[in-house]
C-alpha cells in the first residue's frame, strides 16, 4: 500500500469531484489534484432549467465555487485536462492537457467522471437546432437560440471567461424558434416545458411511455400531464420520436414511427443519460444497474485505492440494500463529502439513497422516494400494496390549501414502507421528505400514520395527507 | 366486568369525543350517547384565530361535523348537557340536561372533557372587553368587538342556530378598539396579534418572559418577534400583567406590575390553559404533568372502563417514554379515534407524541418537535448539545428562498435526536415534520444527516437546511 502522502486525485471537477477534493483538504494536509476535462467546474445542473427560462441571469450564478475559490482551498484544479487512461497496479494516471500528456501518481483515485447525455435511438441529433441540456455550454447554447438576434448573447449568458462562444454566437444569429419539441418527459423534459413556455413557444412533449415520469408513478403524472396541458404545452404519449430532419444543417421537422411529424425550429432531446464509465472499463471494477460503477459503502470500487461517486456510481438503496443508479446532486454532493473524509484518514459511510426526488411544473409541484413500481417492488421480494388518496393540503376552511395526493406502498407481510409520492400545489414536494425519512429509518406504515405530524390550519389539516395516505394503506395492508 | 352491550358513553363533543364516537359507530354496532356541555360540537379550535381575522367566513366553516352528521352516524348526541358525577362502581354518570338530572349507565366511559383557559394572575378579566379565545362563542364575541356597530353582526359570524346571541349582540354594539393588549405571547396570542393588526388595531403584545413562544426556543422566538415588530406590533417583554381597569363595566387600561400602562378598549387574555378533570377529581385517577389525567398506551386510566383522551390527558412522549400534556388537535383526534376502536373490540394503541407544533405569524412561519429545552433534556436524562444554523432555503440562485434558521438538539452519548425547530418564510415550519419523523423513528443526528433529502432549486438547496443543521450538531456531538 503506496503512502498516503501521495496525492488524492480526482477525475472530474462537478459535485462529487470537488466535494471530495474540498472535504479532503479541510480535514488533513493532503495533496489534492482534480482533473476536469472541461472549462467549467462545480455547477449546478438542476438549476439549468431556470437559467434557459430566465429566473436565474447568469451562467456564473450557477457556480457553486469558482476556480478560484477551489484555489483557495488549496487545491490543485486542471481545467482543460482529460484523463485519459489509470494504471491501478503503478498506481497512476495518463492526463492530456494543453501542454501535451503526462503521468499523474495517485495515492488514492476518485472516479467522478459523471454521465452524458443519450440521444439515441432519435437520428438526425447532430442537426443545428437539436439541442441537449447536459452542461452550462449546452444551456448556453439553448438560451441564445431563443434569444432575439440583436441581443448581446454574450453578455446575457454571462461566465464569458469559460463558456463556448462559438456555440452561443452561433445559436445566438438564429432566429428564436417558434415550435419547440422536447423528446423525453423526465425530470428535464418537464422543467423544460416551463421554460419554453415562458418564452412564448409552442411547446410539443414527445413521450414513449403511456405516461410522463415514469419513477414517479401514474398518480403524479395524471396530474402533471394535465398542468402542462392546461399551460398549452402539446402531449404527444406513447409517441416514439424516429428522426429530426432538416435542410442546411438545420433541425426543421420531427418525425415519429407511427407518422406522427412536427414544423419544428428547436429540438430538445432528452431521452437519458449514461454513465461516463470508460476510464475504469478494463480495470477489474463491478458494473450494476444502468451501466454504473458498483461501490461499497465508503464508495470503493473493489479495487485498491480507487473510488467512484457521483453520476457515474451506484450507491446502496436503503430499501432494498442492493445498489441503485439515482444519479442526483445530493448523492453526489454526499458520497463525495465521505469519500473526501475517507482518504483524509477518518472513514466516512456514504450512506444510503431512497431515490428521493422533487420536480416543479408551472404550478404543480411533485416529490417521490423509495420503490413506487410494483414490479421493482416484487423483485425485491416484497408483496407490495399501494393507495392513492386526495385530501386537502390545509384545512378546509383555511385559504389557499390544495387537493394533494399522495400514493404510498408497503409490503403487505412485514408493513414496512417501501415507497410513495405526492403531487399538488400546496407545499406538497417538500412533504415527500417526511416519507424519505421514514423510509431510511425503516419504518412501517402503521407507525407512519401514528407519528405526531405538524397541525396549524395555514400548513396542514388535522390529518396531514401523508397520515391520512398512511391510514387507508394500514387498512388495505391489514385486510389482505 | 359489565357487558359491552352496556353503551360506551363520552363526555366531551369535541375533537377526542367525536373521534371515538365516530370510531366506535364505525367499527361495531355498539350504543354510544356523547353529552356536550355547550351547544357546540366538533369545532376546529385552531382556525378561531383566522376566523377573528376573517379570513373563515362564517363560525360554522369551523365545525368539522354538523349535529345532523353527528346523528348520522347514528350517534346520541346531546347537547347542553352537562355530565357532573361518576360513579366508577356502579358505572353511572350523573347528567343534568335542559329536563333535569339523571343517570346514565354506561360500559365504557370517556372523559374528553378538554381544556380552559386560563386568566389568573390577571386581575379584572370579568370586564367587558377582556377577552379569552377558547371555544367558538368567545370568537364571536371578539370578532363582533372588532366590527362597526352598524354590522349586521349576528349574520356576519354566522351560527346562528347554536351562537351566544346575546355575548354577539352585546360585543356587536360596542365601538371598535383602537388599541388592543394581548396577554400572553403563546400559538394564541401570536397568531391574534395577525388578526388584529388586519384590522386595523394599534396592537401591544405582553409576555412575561423574555421571549415569546418559550416551546419553541430562542431561535425561533427572535425571528417571530422581529415578524411581529416590522409589522407594527409593539412588544413588551419580560413584563407581567397585573390588572385590567376600567369604569362602568369596561376595559380602560392595562396595568403592569412593573409600573407599564397602556389605554386599551380590548385586553385578550391567554396566559393558558388548564385541563378539565374535575369529573373524575375524587376518582383514583393519576394525574400527571399539567394536572392532567394520566393514561396509558390505550388510553385508559386505571379505572377499569374509564379513558381519557384529548386536552385534559396526557400522551407518551416518543423521546422520554413519560406522560406529557401537550394539549393540540391532533392528538385529540388520534387519541379518540384508538380509543373508539378499542371499545368497539379491535384495540388499537393511541401513539406517542413528539409534541410537534406549527405556527404562522405573518410571513413567518415556525415549527418545533421534541425536546428543545435544555433543562428538560437534563430531566430526562439526556446529557444535550444543541446548535442553531441558518441556511437557504432553496438554492441561492433561485428566487424566492428564504434564510432558514434550524435548530437541532441531541443527546451527547447516544447521538439521539431529542428535538429541533425551524423558522422562515419559505415552506419553513413544514420541514418539521422531518425532525417529527426522524424523532418517533428514535433516529440518531448522523442518521438525520444521512438521510436522502429532496433536492431540486425551487424547494430545497443541495443540502437542505435540516441536513446542514444536522452535519453541524453532528460534529458538536462527536467532538465532545
Known amino acids: 500500500m503506496p503512502s498516503d502522502r501521495e496525492p488524492f486525485v480526482v477525475v472530474g471537477g462537478d459535485a462529487?469531484?470537488?466535494?471530495?477534493?474540498?472535504?479532503?483538504?479541510?480535514?488533513?494536509?493532503?495533496?489534492?489534484?482534480?482533473?476536469?476535462?472541461?472549462?467549467?467546474?462545480?455547477?449546478?445542473?438542476?438549476?439549468?432549467?431556470?437559467?434557459?427560462?430566465?429566473?436565474?441571469?447568469?451562467?456564473?450564478?450557477?457556480?457553486?465555487?469558482?476556480?478560484?475559490?477551489?484555489?483557495?482551498?488549496?487545491?490543485e484544479l486542471c481545467r482543460n485536462h482529460e484523463v485519459l487512461d489509470v494504471d491501478t497496479e503503478a498506481r497512476t494516471v495518463s492526463v492530456a492537457g494543453p501542454d501535451g500528456e503526462f503521468e499523474q501518481p495517485y495515492g488514492d483515485l476518485l472516479v467522478a467522471t459523471g454521465a452524458r447525455a443519450l440521444t439515441s435511438p432519435v437520428d438526425g441529433t447532430d442537426l443545428d437546432g437539436a439541442h441537449t441540456l447536459h452542461g452550462l455550454d449546452s444551456a448556453a447554447g439553448i438560451r441564445a437560440h431563443l434569444l432575439d438576434p440583436d441581443t448581446d448573447h454574450l453578455a446575457d449568458v454571462g461566465g464569458e471567461a469559460f463558456v463556448d462562444r462559438e456555440r452561443v454566437e452561433r445559436y445566438g444569429a438564429m432566429d428564436p424558434p417558434e415550435t419547440v419539441a422536447i423528446v423525453g418527459g423526465g425530470y428535464v423534459g418537464i422543467e423544460m416545458a416551463e421554460a419554453f413556455s415562458t418564452h412564448q413557444c409552442d411547446v410539443h412533449l414527445f413521450q414513449r411511455g403511456a405516461h410522463v415520469l415514469p419513477p414517479f408513478g401514474e398518480a403524479v403524472a395524471e396530474r402533471v400531464e394535465a398542468e402542462l396541458r392546461e399551460r398549452g404545452v402539446t402531449l404527444h404519449l406513447e409517441t416514439e420520436v424516429a428522426e429530426l430532419t432538416g435542410s442546411e444543417g438545420r433541425v426543421e421537422h420531427l418525425v415519429c414511427t407511427g407518422g406522427t411529424e412536427l414544423d419544428t425550429e428547436l429540438a430538445l432531446v432528452g431521452v437519458g443519460i449514461q454513465p461516463n464509465t470508460e476510464l475504469v472499463a478494463d480495470e477489474p471494477v463491478g458494473t450494476g444497474p444502468g451501466g454504473a460503477i458498483v461501490v461499497d459503502d465508503h464508495g470503493r470500487t473493489g479495487v485498491d485505492g480507487v473510488y467512484a461517486a457521483g453520476d457515474c456510481a451506484t450507491m446502496e438503496h436503503a430499501v432494498t440494500g442492493e445498489p441503485e443508479w439515482v444519479p442526483l446532486g445530493l448523492t453526489a454532493n454526499r458520497a463525495g463529502r465521505a469519500i473526501g473524509s475517507t482518504v483524509a484518514g477518518d472513514p466516512e459511510p456514504v450512506g444510503t439513497i431512497a431515490g428521493t426526488g422533487v420536480l416543479k411544473a408551472f404550478d404543480c409541484e411533485a416529490g417521490r422516494t423509495g420503490i413506487i413500481d410494483p414490479d421493482r417492488a416484487r423483485e425485491a421480494g416484497f408483496d407490495p400494496v399501494s393507495e392513492t388518496v386526495t385530501a386537502g393540503s390545509r384545512s378546509g376552511y383555511y385559504p389557499g390549501g390544495s387537493e394533494t395526493d399522495v400514493t404510498?406502498?408497503?409490503?403487505?407481510?412485514?408493513?414496512?414502507?417501501?415507497?410513495?409520492?405526492?403531487?399538488?400545489?400546496?407545499?406538497?414536494?417538500?412533504?415527500?421528505?417526511?416519507?424519505?425519512?421514514?423510509?431510511?429509518?425503516?419504518?412501517?406504515?402503521?407507525?407512519?400514520?401514528?407519528?405526531?405530524?405538524?397541525?396549524?390550519?395555514?400548513?396542514?389539516?388535522?390529518?396531514?395527507?401523508?397520515?391520512?395516505?398512511?391510514?387507508?394503506?394500514?387498512?388495505?395492508?391489514?385486510?389482505?
Open 16 to 75: 462529487a469531484g470537488l466535494s471530495a477534493a474540498s472535504k479532503c483538504r479541510r480535514e488533513s494536509d493532503r495533496e489534492v489534484v482534480v482533473y476536469e476535462k472541461g472549462s467549467w467546474v462545480s455547477y449546478a445542473h438542476c438549476g439549468t432549467p431556470y437559467f434557459v427560462k430566465g429566473e436565474v441571469d447568469e451562467l456564473t450564478d450557477l457556480l457553486s465555487l469558482s476556480p478560484d475559490e477551489v484555489d483557495e482551498r488549496g487545491i
Open 408 to 480: 404510498l406502498v408497503a409490503d403487505r407481510n412485514s408493513g414496512l414502507l417501501l415507497g410513495g409520492s405526492i403531487v399538488g400545489t400546496d407545499r406538497a414536494a417538500i412533504r415527500v421528505d417526511i416519507l424519505a425519512t421514514a423510509i431510511e429509518q425503516g419504518a412501517t406504515v402503521g407507525e407512519l400514520e401514528r407519528t405526531d405530524l405538524a397541525y396549524a390550519p395555514p400548513f396542514s389539516p388535522v390529518w396531514d395527507p401523508v397520515l391520512v395516505g398512511a391510514k387507508v394503506l394500514r387498512g388495505s395492508v391489514e385486510a389482505e
